[in-house]
């Protein structure tokens, strides 16, 4: 099978990721597909909609991927898909996969990894068909995903560990925020947001506002700690070599061209064309995002800017306990405490 390009954004979520994702879309080779880990529960299972607004099975992208990896949707069996996922890609065997290569029903002789990878070699080459590019853009961030597509010989992965102040991550994850679905507005009478970007409140079949999963500032500092520790050892895997860039999302805001040229010389990815990004302003095209911040519903011009909120509205114990427990490797990345 040939080989399929992957550029895998990794680290923890509220970090920008979708951003990053959606600005790689507008280049000429690159196809931004979400966190393409989701397919299987969020997309196939639930049919949540994709950045072009239309339910997963309604859209005629995802159909034709379907269609080219699978034959159907019919013929593909989702539980399946989902024990096949379960058997692998999960956080907890992160340590195991990165020190041994290996997962527990690697170890009591299953076949569902072997079949697991299979499948995702199946649907990455198919994604990258459909689109007519050659580099599949995933942010899935969970390092044990990753992981797992570095055992795929058909998969050529290139790691861009996207990392983002923690206690901007932590206030992000502590505020109430709304979620946008278009599918979902249209659907109740309810009063809309009006914003540059024309997106809508979701609410749900019993018209309750949906709210972004949120968590505690322990736990938002834990899961930081943990998914971007794992990701900065993952380069240094001697059975394989991996290309890594680290990228920090404030450089990205701050200087969106420079920051994407320096990913693409780190990543070995060649010559980019930039011309979608005037200083900080940059072009967003239509996606097929799965899963994801909303924001992947936005299209057109946008301006970058810092949401540097939690300076100003941050409970000081939360940011203090956010210090404490992330200080060692936010020193590492380049931040103050």
């Known amino acids: 099978m040939e080989t399929s390009r992957v550029v895998f954004i990794a680290g923890e979520g509220r970090s920008g990721g979708t951003l990053l994702g959606q600005i790689l879309d507008g280049l000429s080779d690159f196809v931004y597909v979400g966190e393409l880990r989701n397919i299987w529960h969020e997309a196939l299972e639930q049919?949540?909609?994709?950045?072009?607004?239309e339910r997963f099975r309604n859209c005629e992208f995802w159909r034709a991927v379907v269609e080219k990896a699978f034959g159907s949707f019919e013929r593909l069996d989702v539980k399946e898909m989902l024990n096949?996922?379960?058997s692998m890609a999960r956080e907890r065997f992160t340590p195991m996969l990165m020190l041994l290569n290996r997962v527990p029903a690697d170890l009591l002789g299953s076949k569902l990894p072997e079949a697991y990878q299979d499948a995702l070699s199946k649907l990455y080459s198919a994604i990258r068909q459909v689109a007519g590019k050659s580099v599949v853009v995933d942010s899935s961030r969970e390092p044990s995903?990753?992981?797992v597509l570095a055992r795929i010989p058909s998969i050529d992965l290139r790691l861009l560990h996207l990392v983002r102040d923690s206690r901007a991550v932590a206030f992000s994850y502590l505020r109430r925020k709304p979620q946008?679905?278009?599918?979902?507005?249209?659907?109740?009478?309810?009063?809309?947001?009006?914003?540059?970007?024309?997106?809508?409140?979701?609410?749900d079949e019993n018209g309750v506002q949906r709210i972004l999963p949120r968590q505690g500032a322990v736990a938002s500092a834990l899961w930081w700690t943990w998914r971007n520790a794992w990701t900065s050892a993952i380069p240094h895997l001697r059975r394989r070599r991996i290309p890594y860039t680290r990228?920090?999302?404030?450089d990205l805001v701050r200087d969106p061209r420079d920051a994407i040229?320096?990913?693409f010389e780190q990543l070995e990815l060649g010559e980019a064309d930039l011309s979608l990004i005037d200083g900080p302003?940059?072009?967003?095209?239509?996606?097929?995002?799965?899963?994801?911040?909303?924001?992947k519903f936005n299209s057109g011009g946008i301006g970058l800017r810092i949401d540097d909120e939690w300076r100003r509205a941050m409970g000081e114990r939360d940011r203090k306990t956010v210090d404490v427990i992330t200080g060692r490797l936010m020193r590492q990345y380049g931040y103050s405490i």
Do not use: W
């Open 84 to 86: 096949m996922h379960r």
């Open 261 to 263: 040229a320096r990913v």
């Open 180 to 203: 946008f679905r278009p599918d979902l507005a249209l659907q109740h009478p309810k009063p809309v947001l009006t914003s540059s970007a024309s997106r809508k409140l979701a609410f």
């Open 281 to 295: 302003n940059v072009k967003l095209r239509v996606n097929h995002a799965i899963s994801g911040n909303p924001v």
């Open 145 to 147: 995903q990753a992981l």
């Open 47 to 53: 049919n949540e909609p994709c950045g072009c607004g």
């Open 247 to 250: 990228l920090r999302y404030e």
